[in-house]
């Protein structure tokens, strides 16, 4: 199975895509909305922006912001989680100000994004 492969960053990053690709293909069938649903499978809030051929998802309230901020490698692993979900590369654009830091995902191409 996919823990007997993981095998340090590059394995945890790996494994996490492909948790991501398992809740990211339910109903809405990946892209960014797929990408949101795996994010509210992990009880997070996730808000999705779209604008200048680009959809940003913004993640807040939820159980590892407070770690992010801590630990921004964090974001990276998340990263991979949410790319593999939309079946798409995202961008990280987190906002680690504050107390409340919040998790932004940037997809460019939409319509690469929504063609799973």
């Known amino acids: ?11 945890l990053t790996e494994l996490l895509s492909a948790v991501g690709a398992r809740l990211g293909a339910g109903p809405t069938g ?3 909305a797929g990408a949101a649903e795996a994010l ?3 009880d997070a809030d996730v808000t999705s922006y779209q604008g200048d051929g680009q959809v940003m998802l913004v993640v807040f309230g ?3 912001a ?9 974001c ?9 979900a939309a079946g798409s590369a995202a961008s990280e654009r987190c ?14 191409d939409p ?6």
């Open 30 to 32: 990946g892209g960014p």
């Open 62 to 64: 939820w159980p590892l």
């Open 95 to 108: 906002d680690r100000a504050g107390a409340r830091p919040r998790c932004r995902f940037v997809f460019s």
């Open 76 to 84: 990276d692993l998340m990263t991979a989680f949410v790319s593999g």
């Open 66 to 74: 407070a770690v992010v901020a801590e630990r921004p490698g964090l």
């Open 40 to 42: 509210r499978a992990l």
């Open 111 to 116: 319509a690469t994004c929504a063609q799973r």
């Open 1 to 11: 199975g996919l823990l007997g492969e993981w095998n340090g960053t590059e394995g």
